[in-house]
């Protein structure tokens, strides 16, 4: 199972958004937590990520994965 790294509740503020697509509501990243994801994707596709960084790309794919499941349960149920 993996470990998260980042604490979801850090990301509150600054990282999640909720954002009103084609009349839906759907979980999302922010810009900048957008930007900082694809930075990571870069840097691995080179493969220079550090340890830290690895768990942060780790994390964040993870937390991907779990809003893409969230918005199909909710559009699901429209």
């Known amino acids: 199972m993996l470990q998260v790294s980042i604490s ?3 990301l509150l503020d600054e990282g999640i958004c909720v954002e009103n697509i084609d009349g839906f509501r759907l979980f999302k990243f922010t810009e ?3 930007s900082k994801l694809e930075t990571l994707l870069k840097k691995n596709e080179l493969n220079t990520l550090s340890s830290a960084e690895q768990k942060e790309l780790d994390s964040l794919n993870e937390l991907e994965r779990f809003f893409t499941y969230l ?6 149920q429209t």
């Open 32 to 34: 900048a937590l957008q």
């Open 8 to 10: 979801p509740s850090a």
């Open 71 to 76: 918005n199909a349960r909710l559009l699901a």
